[in-house]
């Protein structure tokens, strides 16, 4: 019976301190309820494939994936789009493809396999032909934001798409996190 107050404790002590053990404690005791709101901004002139979802990295059962395919054309917007609120929220990254993989994710009948990696991918090929998912002219490396740390649940999250020379594949993934006004800071 005290284990679980114990475990509380600890959890705060270590959330109070800085680095990366306070990071852990803040994923690890940041409250999951509620959603995530997203909206996908294509700053570039191409038009943006790509898988993301949320998980729990640290459910190890493994637990469920909310995963969903989007392309944004260039110069475009989407709607703002709701997902489960979990421990991570990734676009592509290694971690959300393994998950999405061990948990059979990608068996449902409307998954699209080209658009399926840990990178966004950026073509000029028409939308309505396969090379249209495939990074004909690059790629952003992934993303993951993590709960408590980055945003919490309601938050509303905006992922843009950049075109830049310096990043690795042309392009990048920038993001801001408008908070839900009725949270406090994660």
Not at 101 to 118: C, K, L, M
Not at 120 to 127: G, L
Not at 166 to 178: H, K, L, N, P, S
Request: charged fraction near 20%.
């Amino acid at each position: 019976m005290l284990a679980v107050p114990i475990a509380v404790g600890i959890a705060m002590m270590l959330s109070s301190s800085g680095g990366c053990i306070g990071d852990i404690a803040k994923n690890l005791t940041k409250e999951r309820q509620g959603d995530i709101n997203v909206q996908f901004i294509n700053e570039t002139s191409y038009n943006a494939t790509f898988t993301f979802g949320t998980y729990d990295a640290w459910d190890r059962t493994p637990g469920a994936v909310t995963l969903q395919q989007y392309r944004v054309v260039d110069g475009e917007a989407t709607d703002v789009v709701t997902v489960t609120c979990r421990r991570n929220f990734a676009i592509g990254t290694e971690g959300f493809v393994q998950r999405v993989v061990d948990t059979d994710g990608n068996d449902d009948p409307g998954f699209q396999e080209e658009w399926f990696d840990t990178t966004v991918h950026f073509s000029n090929a028409s939308s309505d032909v396969v090379a249209g998912a495939l990074p004909t002219v690059g790629t952003a490396e992934g993303l993951e934001l993590l709960l408590g740390i980055d945003f919490s649940c309601n938050d509303l999250i905006i992922i843009t798409f950049v075109e830049d020379a310096q990043a690795d594949g042309g392009f990048r993934i920038d993001y801001e996190v408008i908070r839900d006004v009725d949270q406090t800071d994660p």
